[in-house]
């Protein structure tokens, strides 16, 4: 990622900053904003969070090069009113979309750099076309998904999926994780209406039918991107599910998640109502 692609990051942040906003980009550790954030300024804090994930791929492409380079946690703070070091937790669908987008590309920087470079290189060619702050977003989680099922074996997005998910802050378990992961995500905006029943279990398996209305991310009108379901799940319980089922609805869509036993995880980033 370097040449034309960092070149095309530095001018997205040129898009992204404003003259005077209340909002900045800092490293958590020091409350300095380093390059290529520095000094630089955002109307809004979705707007802002954008900014952090793409100057942390930024500076992440240019460690490849030279490993002085200091790849800083950053975080979104408000001038004068928010300590760096305890970011607000995101409060729109950008600000989520970018959390976790942030936390699998450092996640991806560490052995799967060509996934990483691929994501940031559709991120980019998307925001040539779009100014919908939020179809960006989902471009980026809808591109991230499926970079990760096309490029990396099963056991490989189980291994980044966890490890994404452990950079990101705990969420309380409760008696249903997979309820409390749908919940979130309905906050978020990321889907209208969900509904989950018990199906009968296989052998050493909680299975659940999920069905899902509005479901916002989408690559076709048979292939599902669950990665942020598997992210949000993943924060709940360290055992990576198997989705399986798959079917497409009028409203959205329906498939079986399956935690616990000896089956090996699968459907952990797209799944496809084909066979």
């Known amino acids: 990622m370097v040449g034309r692609t960092l070149s095309d990051i530095r001018a997205r942040l040129d898009d992204l900053s404003v003259a005077v906003g209340p909002y900045r980009v800092v490293s958590a550790k020091t409350g300095d904003g380093p390059f290529p954030v520095t000094g630089r300024q955002f109307p809004d804090r979705a707007t802002a969070a954008e ?6 791929a930024y500076r992440r492409a240019l460690r490849r090069y030279d490993p002085r380079v200091t790849v800083h946690d950053l975080v979104v703070t408000e001038s004068a009113t928010l300590d760096a070091a305890s970011p607000a937790p995101p409060r729109t669908l950008p600000e989520y979309c970018h959390s976790v987008a942030g936390a ?3 996640t991806l920087s560490d052995r799967h750099a060509p996934v990483e470079r691929t994501v940031m290189d559709a991120y980019l060619a998307a925001a040539e076309r779009t100014a919908d702050r939020e179809r960006l977003c989902l471009t980026m989680l809808e591109r991230s998904a499926d970079a990760l099922a096309r490029q990396l074996s099963a056991d490989e997005q189980a291994r980044v999926l966890l490890a994404t998910a452990e ?28 509904a989950v029943e018990p199906v009968p279990a296989e052998t050493g398996r909680r299975s659940k039918r999920v069905t899902v209305e509005g479901y916002r991310p989408s690559l076709s009108s048979d292939r599902c991107p669950v990665l942020p379901v598997v992210v949000e799940l993943l ?28 089956m090996p995880a699968d459907g952990l980033s797209v799944v496809s109502t084909r066979v």
Not at 51 to 56: E, F, K, L, R
Not at 168 to 182: I, K, N, W, Y
């Open 51 to 56: 900014a952090a994930t793409v100057a942390s």
């Open 235 to 262: 924060r709940r319980t360290a055992v990576a599910p198997s989705i399986t089922g798959t079917t497409r609805t009028a409203a959205g869509w329906e498939f079986v998640v399956a935690t616990a036993g000896d």
């Open 167 to 194: 950079r990101l802050p705990t969420r309380s378990v409760g008696d249903e994780p997979l309820v409390g992961t749908l919940e979130s995500l309905q906050r978020t905006g990321l889907l209208r209406e969900y």
């Open 104 to 106: 699998l590309f450092e």
